[in-house]
T-cell receptor, first 116, second 111 residues
Framework: EAGVVQSPRYKIIEKKQPVAFWCNPI?????LYWYRQNLGQGPELLIR????????DSQLPKDRFSAERLKGVDSTLKIQPAELGDSAVYLC??????????????FGPGTRLTVL | GENVEQHPSTLSVQEGDSAVIKCTYS??????FPWYKQELGKRPQLIID?????GEKKDQRIAVTLNKTAKHFSLHITETQPEDSAVYFC??????????FGSGTQLTVLP
């Protein structure tokens, strides 16, 4: 079974440019998460989806960040315009609400964003 | 919201020795405590977890203990091996809220 897939793996852009990240969760996982991980720190939740509904986006900087999960499967996270402080690894994770799964979150490999 | 503190930030042990990483949490409603291992440049992977109705859980060389009264939990790795070297993150989750991660511990196992 394929794990969580993310692309691109690396992205280098200049400040003020837009950037988008894509995530394909594990098949059947209805919950999808976007995290940001700064160097030397733990992941911080940006947004959580239950199917196509964003149920927790309190930590998403809505002035420049947006996300969507139109069909309840794949998701995209966009930053426009990017700032120097946005340099980080953006992790996508997914989990299942089925009984016995413990809601374990499976992480993708992440997208390492560098803003110059 | 939840606040998770993790100590130490770095830990070096000799191969074969034990390693202990400790975390505290603030939200008494938290009931799920996973530990993730993240190797350099790779994704975090769950290595063990514990729920609040259990005080201790063991899986081969790793174990986790939970003290709900004191709101702290610990990861114990015995007979450490060089491949145990990685960053370890604790996390806490309540039913209504999401995972809050600690700041990580860089474990180095010296051969």
């Amino acid at each position: 079974e394929a794990g969580v897939v993310q692309s691109p793996r690396y992205k280098i852009i200049e400040k003020k440019q837009p950037v988008a990240f894509w995530c394909n969760p594990i098949s059947g996982h209805n919950t999808l998460y976007w995290y940001r991980q700064n160097l030397g720190q733990g992941p911080e939740l940006l947004i959580r989806y239950e199917n196509e509904e964003a149920v927790d986006d309190s930590q998403l900087p809505k002035d420049r960040f947006s996300a969507e999960r139109l069909k309840g499967v794949d998701s995209t996270l966009k930053i426009q315009p990017a700032e120097l402080g946005d340099s980080a690894v953006y992790l996508c994770a997914s989990s299942s609400l089925l009984a016995g799964t413990n809601n374990e979150q499976f992480f993708g490999p992440g997208t390492r964003l560098t803003v110059l | 919201g939840e606040n998770v503190e993790q100590h130490p930030s770095t830990l070096s042990v000799q191969e074969g020795d034990s390693a202990v990483i400790k975390c505290t949490y603030s939200d008494s409603a938290s009931n799920y405590f996973p530990w993730y291992k993240q190797e350099l440049g790779k994704r975090p992977q769950l290595i063990i977890d514990i729920r609040s109705n259990v005080g201790e859980k063991k899986d081969q060389r790793i174990a986790v203990t939970l003290n709900k009264t004191a709101k702290h939990f610990s990861l114990h790795i015995t007979e450490t091996q060089p491949e145990d070297s990685a960053v370890y993150f604790c996390a806490a989750k309540s039913t209504a809220r999401q995972l809050t991660f600690g700041s990580g511990t860089q474990l180095t196992v010296l051969p």
